[in-house]
């Protein structure tokens, strides 16, 4: 079983700052991508950022020059600063990570998709 713990949420003012950390635990052989994702009441989830096992990294223009995704593979953590924080930031994050839990797969199904369990995020004065 693999776990993603999310952490860093809370109520903060406009321009302020947040840290979000993911750390995935359980059977993990690799985590390949990691991202972040969030869902605004009344809206659909949508991506914030990714990035790869080569630390390559995708914004969505919303939160470009903003927000900054990072990894730790030695602790299995990603992370996601926050600065210049702005209402429209509010809403639930969510982590996750495409992880392959055993050395041994001889397809081309060997990983797939965990999720946190979501964490909230609410910019207000």
């Known amino acids: 079983q693999v776990q993603l713990v999310e952490s860093g949420g809370g109520l903060v003012q406009p321009g302020g700052s947040l840290r979000l950390s993911c750390t995935a635990s359980g059977i993990i052989y690799n985590i390949n991508a990691m991202g972040w994702y969030r869902q605004a009441p009344g809206k659909r989830r949508e991506l914030v950022a990714d990035?790869?096992?080569?630390?390559?990294?995708n914004y969505a223009d919303s939160v470009k020059g903003r927000f900054t995704i990072s990894r730790d593979n030695t602790k299995n953590t990603v992370y996601l600063q926050m600065n210049s924080l702005k209402p429209e930031d509010t809403a639930v994050y969510y982590c996750?990570?495409?992880?392959?839990?055993?050395?041994?797969?001889?397809?081309?199904?060997?990983?797939?998709?965990?999720w946190g369990q979501g964490t909230q995020v609410t910019v207000s004065s």
């Open positions: 996750n990570a495409d992880i392959q839990q055993y050395s041994y797969c001889p397809g081309s199904g060997c990983s797939r998709d965990f």
């Open positions: 990035i790869t096992s080569g630390s390559s990294t």
